[in-house]
């Protein structure tokens, strides 16, 4: 797939290389949808702010279900690019297994691979949100059983972040980064059980 706006490439301008530095783990580079952000460097300031909550420790979800709700809601927006991004950098450490990276992507709470009501309401919320813009009285009182009040604004927040993401990736036209994985083989990256 051909990008319908190319990423920058090195070198850098200083500026776009402090953001670009910010906007990354230590001494990794800079994937595809960054370089492509930074063509906008006050949306991309904009968005530091945002962004780094998102993804930050002061998110009140822990790591699991965030990504349960990342990789989720990227998978029903088609964006193939971020849910790749996600399930490559951080599917083990949430200790997602190949089977329940693959559910995320195409299957339903129903799958067998989640067994704990936590996962489950979690994907039920995503797909709620992303099919109806609101979550419904009977899924939200199973919510509030898992769920304190500062992660049940935090949930709502973070899959719109991330369908924010999705539609600025899935317009752009954005490739897959070369380490992550595609739809069709949704196992890579995924915990290892055995």
């Known amino acids: 797939m051909k990008p319908r ?27 595809r949808l960054f370089r492509t952000f930074v063509r906008n460097m006050p949306m991309t300031e904009a968005m530091a ?20 709700l990342i990789d989720r809601t990227c998978a029903r927006c088609g964006c193939e690019y971020e849910w790749g991004v996600h399930v490559a950098r951080f599917a083990a450490k949430a200790r997602l297994s190949g089977a329940q990276v693959a559910s995320l992507a195409s299957g339903s ?51 719109g972040w991330y369908h924010a993401i999705s539609f600025a990736a899935n317009a752009a036209r954005l490739p897959g980064e070369d380490s992550a994985p595609r739809f069709s083989e949704p196992g890579r990256g995924g915990h290892r059980t055995s």
């Open 5 to 31: 706006i190319e990423p920058l490439r090195p070198p850098y301008a200083p500026p776009v290389a402090e953001r670009l530095t910010a906007m990354m783990p230590p001494g990794q580079p800079a994937i």
């Open 49 to 68: 702010g945002w962004g780094g909550y998102e993804l930050s420790r002061r998110l009140s979800l822990p790591l699991r279900d965030r990504e349960i």
């Open 109 to 159: 709470a129903a799958d067998p691979c989640w067994g704990q009501s936590r996962d489950q309401v979690l994907i039920e919320a995503a797909d709620a949100l992303h099919d109806a813009s609101d979550i419904g009285d009977e899924l939200w009182g199973r919510l509030t059983v898992e769920f304190s009040p500062e992660q049940l604004l935090d949930l709502p927040m973070l899959c």
